[in-house]
């Protein structure tokens, strides 16, 4: 069997605005996460000409690829995986620059076609998201890739002349828009559309990537003082950039650039990529976009982490997250499953009492797996430091309320009264109830593993109209489980499920005693 390594892989991404480079620990087809970032504006396509790139955008180009070509070096990074895309794919020049970066700066750079582009880019949504088929939408400062995705899989993608920085070169010149700009601009990205023939007839979810995307969505979030540290599966709504919108058209570029949320780099380039998704929403016929923050860059590293799938994209992506996550902050493999075994049993036996079904299960499996990883940081408080991992780090393939109950739920893994927090803006009604009561019974198995050691093999639930009895199965008698969890999950059973909760096992206490001596 072939051993595999861990490896620190960084993807560069010279783009039109933006040239990124982050990099990735990962241990292939295993575990990964990011390790660090580092972007810088370039402005690559501004004064771009007939004879291509200008001299100043080069030179800028050239600092920055120097200073992540240093980085890799000085981080003693394993790959680089550098890339380029429209600017560079475009201009008359862009052969001679790839050849000046390799000879100058030591880096042999990929210039992506348009579809290559927007593959990358949906192979990169694919493994945050729990997409079967959409559309899936990337701009950025030279271009836009709209994509069709069919079972999970790349299916049809065009690339478009609608990125930011290129449609406000051409149109924007005043501060603010003037109208006749604004419906000259309109009337492009109409134009560019309709040639999507294919655009109008798809269905399915929209979701948005990019850079332009992911500022829109930081604006809603401030505007909403959004809970989350984190973009994963964030919901832009059409309502909300239609007052971006507003905002962005009405504001000169000093007062643009107050908006909360509004990264100052972008104040002058974000309105034609908003006017973009407000096209393509209506086209599609939908009201809200499903944000990634992966994209092209993530993509390029799937297709090295996964280079053992025929199609680099992870089948079940919610459980992938979850693995991924409890990998990264090692957690107890045989104490998390257990607890998840023992939390599932109660869970399924209980459903005539709360109802639900497997959507909630899963959030209680994604608990039961998590639960312990904020121990990486301290054993005191381990329970609220998990709550902080997830809250940050997110979750790729759950919802924004789904994450923020996982979170809560191993928050209240061990003690206190379930509650809300400052994460009820993003819950529905009834959440509360539903949070009760999975914690009650992720407590529960907590308990029931409390020597780690898997003393409780299974139990049994039968109850009454004012009671609920939990019957443990254990070679023998499991005394500190049943001690614990009388004082510490208990009392949190009753009150979820409103019966008095009496605890036993099918071995006696005697014959514990008996096996002691």
Not at 55 to 78: M, N, Q, Y
Not at 121 to 146: F, K, M
Not at 172 to 178: A, G, H, T, V, Y
Not at 364 to 381: E, N, P, R, V
Request: aromatic share 6%.
């Amino acid at each position: 069997m072939k051993t595999v390594h861990a490896q620190r892989m960084a993807i560069i991404d010279l783009g039109s605005n933006t040239a990124r480079l982050v990099v990735m620990n990962a241990i292939p087809g295993f575990s990964y996460h990011l390790q660090d970032e580092i972007r810088e504006v370039v402005r690559l396509r501004q004064g771009m000409s007939q004879k291509g790139l200008s001299p100043e955008a080069i030179e800028r180009a050239l600092v920055t690829l120097r200073l992540f070509k240093r980085f890799c070096d000085s981080t003693h990074v394993d790959i680089i995986l550098p890339t380029a895309t429209s600017a560079v794919r475009e201009a008359a020049n862009g052969p001679a620059f790839i050849e000046q970066v390799r000879r100058e700066v030591g880096l042999n750079l990929r210039i992506l076609s348009g579809e290559q582009e927007a593959t990358y880019g949906v192979l990169g949504a694919l493994n945050e998201v729990a997409l079967t088929q959409g559309i899936v939408v990337d701009i950025g400062g030279g271009s836009a890739q709209i994509s069709d995705v069919r079972d999970r899989r790349f299916a049809v993608g065009v690339s478009l002349t609608l990125g930011t920085l290129a449609l406000t070169e051409r149109f924007i010149k005043n501060d603010p828009i003037k109208p006749s700009e604004l419906e000259a601009l309109q009337s492009e990205i109409g134009r560019q559309l309709d040639g999507v023939t294919w655009l109008g007839k798809k269905s399915g979810p929209l979701i948005g990537l990019g850079g332009a995307i992911r500022n829109l969505a930081k604006i809603e979030a401030a505007r909403l003082a959004y809970p989350l540290n984190t973009l994963h599966g964030f919901t832009l709504r059409r309502a909300s950039l239609e007052q971006t919108i507003d905002l962005l058209r009405n504001l000169p570029l000093a007062e643009r650039q107050a908006i909360p949320g509004l990264r100052t780099d972008r104040a002058d380039i974000i309105l034609p990529g908003a006017l973009v998704i407000r096209a393509i929403m209506e086209r599609l016929k939908v009201n809200e976009l499903t944000v990634s923050v992966n994209g092209l860059r993530e993509g390029v590293f799937f297709e090295h982490f996964w280079d053992h799938f025929s199609y680099p994209v992870i089948p079940d992506v919610r459980r992938f997250s979850v693995l991924n996550m409890a990998r990264t902050y090692n957690y107890q493999k045989a104490h998390a499953n257990h607890v998840r075994y023992l939390a599932r049993r109660i869970y399924e036996q209980l459903i005539p009492l709360h109802g639900y079904g497997m959507a909630e299960r899963d959030l209680l499996d994604a608990a039961s797996i998590l639960h312990d990883i904020g121990t990486i940081i301290s054993y005191h408080d381990h329970h609220k430091h998990s709550q902080t991992l997830i809250v940050n780090a997110g979750l790729p393939g759950f919802s924004a309320r789904e994450t923020a109950l996982i979170a809560l739920l191993t928050r209240f893994h061990r003690k206190g009264r379930p509650e809300l927090l400052e994460f009820a803006s993003l819950l529905k009604e009834g959440d509360d109830i539903l949070l009760t009561r999975l914690s009650a019974i992720l407590r529960l198995a907590e308990y029931l593993e409390r020597g780690r050691n898997a003393t409780v093999d299974d139990v049994t639930v039968t109850w009454g109209d004012d009671y609920l009895r939990l019957t443990l199965i254990a070679d023998e008698y499991p005394a500190v489980e049943v001690w614990d969890a009388q004082r510490n999950a208990l009392p949190l059973v009753e009150m979820a499920f409103k019966r008095r909760a009496l605890l036993d096992s099918v071995a006696a206490p005697s014959e514990w005693h008996h096996s002691a001596r």
